[in-house]
């Protein structure tokens, strides 16, 4: 029966895409190497490590949406779920190197659009958990089924460059930000009620109206 180990061997922007997404090299192996593995049902969720790394105080600052004050984050640094994928990795013997491709979200309402423009530098720590099913070739040439052990993970460590660059090939100088429908119909009110052009500078015109009127301290 084929035991099979996994290394994410490298990430680099995915090219050639709508959206934005990162490529990652997976390399599987099969330790039984005489077995000839017809294909794998892998399901792999990613999983960002947010305990097993130091933040400046200015990254402090911006990831208390996320995690609260930091004397909280004793209790509040949980691992954040990036994605879950479903693959079908064709057939191999020895190893192969499959290439995962992750969806990036700059959409300002998921955590990990979040937690990512929060790092300024270095890299994030990430888990990739993994489960699934094998499909190979057993005795006397027979397709057997095998399910993929439930303690198989690979962990990586992502450069946030990797992640801004991304960003900077689909989207340079914008983000995604969701409004309720009601607070957005609050806002094109009072952009039309004076004239303004763009909603940039209807949220610059409201920042400054409430900058003028924030008491002070």
């Not at 005795?139 to 095998?146: K, N």
């Not at 052990?149 to 992502?158: I, P, V, Y």
Request: with cysteine; glycine share 2%.
């Amino acid at each position: 029966m084929p035991d099979l180990s996994f290394e994410v061997l490298s990430a680099s922007p995915a090219v050639d895409m709508l959206t934005p997404a990162i490529t990652f090299d997976l390399r599987i192996t099969n330790r039984f190497s005489q077995e000839s593995v017809q294909t794998v049902l892998l399901r792999c969720q990613i999983q960002i490590e947010v305990a097993r790394r130091r933040y400046s105080s200015q990254e402090q600052q911006q990831l208390r949406d996320l995690f609260d004050e930091p004397g909280r984050w004793a209790d509040t640094l949980r691992p954040i779920t990036w994605t879950n994928l479903s693959l079908n990795v064709p057939a191999f013997t020895d190893a192969t190197v499959y290439r995962l491709i992750v969806p990036c979200s700059f959409d300002f309402s998921v955590a990990t659009a979040k937690y990512f423009h929060a790092i300024e530098k270095g890299d994030v720590p990430l888990t990739f958990l993994f489960s699934g099913s094998v499909f190979y070739s057993g005795a006397e040439g027979l397709l057997q089924i095998a399910p993929i052990s439930w303690n198989k993970e690979a962990r990586f460590r992502l450069l946030v460059e990797t992640w801004k660059s991304v960003m900077d090939m689909h989207q340079a100088n914008a983000v995604c930000l969701n409004l309720r429908r009601d607070v957005f119909e609050e806002l094109y009110r009072f952009k039309t009620s004076l004239g303004i052009a763009t909603f940039e500078e209807t949220i610059q015109r409201m920042l400054a109206i409430a900058e003028r009127e924030r008491p002070l301290s």
